[in-house]
């Protein structure tokens, strides 16, 4: 057994067909078939049913193609810790974000760190906490960036900081004239959610006991994809939505006139950098962690701010 022939069957598996895994290693299909009947017979398990087309893995040898795939992610990861040893920052670092926290983070910290590692590839996908998860446990990524806390005893959290949630409201609701507003008094009937899958959907229906509510006279159902979809519906639909701090940034003045905080203890959620427990790139890691500090705005980061905070609980995820 080799590390090659480990490569062969995750490449047939990825095209479900020989003659295009052959092309994409660079022989001949003869050879792959060959080297790939040798590694079955070794283990003494058949990883492919050639007689379905397209082929496809049986129960076991999808197994094995899982194992490939992480000890071909843990050779890897050997070669870009050996490089780091040496002070370089190279290879390949793929992340995953969820989206209600892409669009304003990674704008403030991406530039300056891409201009740290000019040598390091970079690949980011906006995705659901689950998503996120799923991906780093079988290689896929290497960093999520999400709200934390999983309780996942595979995973690592970095914790990076804490951050506020505003009420966003149109200006004929009658809570528009408080400074701040209590969880309780808001109309759960002209609530704006997100779409399910979303980890702050499920933080703000704990925040506001949404489960303890009957909305059953609402005559309108709508969850969007996004928090910029939640601030345009309020603005055109009337109604109310939950936004996190950095979206606040974002917003025009007349839109900032529309935010109203939480009463003291305000609710915040918990952001961090989540890894493998055994995740070898811990220097990268923790440069990655100084630059997207450093790049934060001084409300997130002020200490007397923080102390008027509580961390919002999350609710299992449902996809």
Not at 32 to 57: A, N, T
Not at 174 to 199: A, T
């Amino acid at each position: 057994m080799n590390f090659q022939q480990l490569e062969y069957i995750l490449s047939v598996d990825k095209h479900r067909h020989f003659a295009k895994a052959a092309a994409e290693c660079f022989i001949t299909q003869p050879t792959l078939s060959m080297m790939i009947r040798k590694l079955e017979e070794e283990l003494g398990i058949k990883i492919f049913d050639r007689s379905r087309q397209p082929v496809v893995p049986t129960k076991e040898g999808a197994e094995i193609i899982s194992r490939a795939r992480e000890l071909l992610g843990k050779a890897s990861s050997l070669k870009t810790f050996a490089a780091e040893l040496k002070g370089e920052i190279t290879g390949e670092l793929h992340l995953g974000i969820i989206p209600t926290l892409a669009p304003y983070l990674l704008p403030l910290f991406l530039k300056s760190f891409t201009h740290k590692y000019p040598h390091l590839k970079i690949f980011i996908r906006e995705m659901v906490t689950t998503d996120i998860v799923e991906n780093i446990k079988t290689g896929h990524l290497d960093i999520g960036i999400l709200a934390t806390p999983l309780g996942d005893l595979q995973l690592s959290e970095t914790v990076l900081f804490n951050e506020e949630f505003f009420v966003y409201i149109d200006e004929k609701s009658s809570g528009i004239r408080k400074k701040y507003l209590l969880p309780r008094e808001i109309d759960i009937n002209q609530l704006w959610l997100l779409e399910e899958g979303h980890c702050m959907r499920n933080q703000v229906f704990n925040l506001c006991e949404l489960k303890k509510h009957d909305s059953t006279g609402d005559k309108l159902h709508y969850e969007a994809g996004s928090i910029e979809t939640l601030i345009n519906l309020v603005d055109n639909s009337r109604g109310i939505t939950i936004v996190p701090l950095l979206a606040t940034r974002l917003m025009k003045p007349a839109q900032k006139k529309k935010l109203r905080q939480f009463a003291a203890p305000r609710p915040v959620r918990e952001i961090s950098l989540v890894t493998m427990n055994d995740f070898p790139r811990k220097t990268l890691l923790e440069n990655m962690r100084k630059i997207i500090l450093a790049s934060l705005p001084a409300v997130i980061t002020d200490a007397e701010n923080r102390k008027s905070m509580v961390k919002m609980k999350k609710l299992p995820v449902n996809n």
